[in-house]
């Protein structure tokens, strides 16, 4: 991972899931906005922010449901591209982050983060 932690990371957000740093976390990627994501980060940091979705992100999972401003940052160390455009990836929780705002400028949510 980069000496400097970067600004604006994409956020992948999951119902169950809260990573923690140094702690391997594996993930199926298959919808097509965190598709798009992971070949973002592949092709930049390699970092994607795990953060938890509030209760009652069911309504809008579709959209930008909302999430807690604390996540953990994970560095992508192992990547597996799938035939169909799905990825099996796994993460190395690196450090904390606190979500300032969001931006809208992809299909993903993307944190400006501290």
Do not use: C, K
Not at 43 to 72: I, N
């Amino acid at each position: 991972m980069a000496s400097s932690f970067p600004e604006v990371i994409p956020l992948f957000p999951l119902p169950n899931v809260v990573h923690f740093p140094r702690v391997l976390l594996p993930l199926h990627v298959f919808e097509p906005r965190y598709r798009a994501l992971v070949r973002d980060a592949l092709d930049g940091a390699r970092l994607v922010g795990m953060v938890l979705l509030r209760p009652g992100w069911e309504a809008d999972y579709q959209g930008s449901p909302p999430v807690f401003e604390m996540g953990t940052a994970g560095e992508i160390v192992r990547s597996e591209a799938l035939d169909d455009g799905r990825f099996n990836v796994l993460l190395q929780g690196r450090r904390e982050f606190r979500i300032e705002r969001e931006l809208g400028r992809t299909t993903y949510r993307e944190g400006v983060v501290s």
